[in-house]
């Protein structure tokens, strides 16, 4: 769990989800800014996604919600798909 502008270790993660078949999605709100082996978290980089919560005790605020980013197209239509309780 990433907090506080404080990432875990994203590449022993990402080695033993792809050893496994397993999506990686990162909680990239709390560690705003942060950085770990000198990319930005949320980028990618080690992982299939990532999300920021918007509630109001985050580092970004809008009241609720959140968002989902992710440049593979499968995890996209997922997301998609369960905002709409699984229509479309």
Known sequence: MEIHGQTERLDAIREIADCHGLVVIEESCEPLG????????????????????????????????GMIVTDDDRIARLCRSMSNQGRG
Request: proline share 3%; no cysteine; net charge positive.
């Open 34 to 65: 942060a950085e770990y082996k000198g990319t930005k978290a949320g980028n990618g980089a080690f992982s299939h996604g990532a999300v920021f919560a918007f509630y109001p005790n985050k580092q970004i605020t809008t009241g609720e919600g």
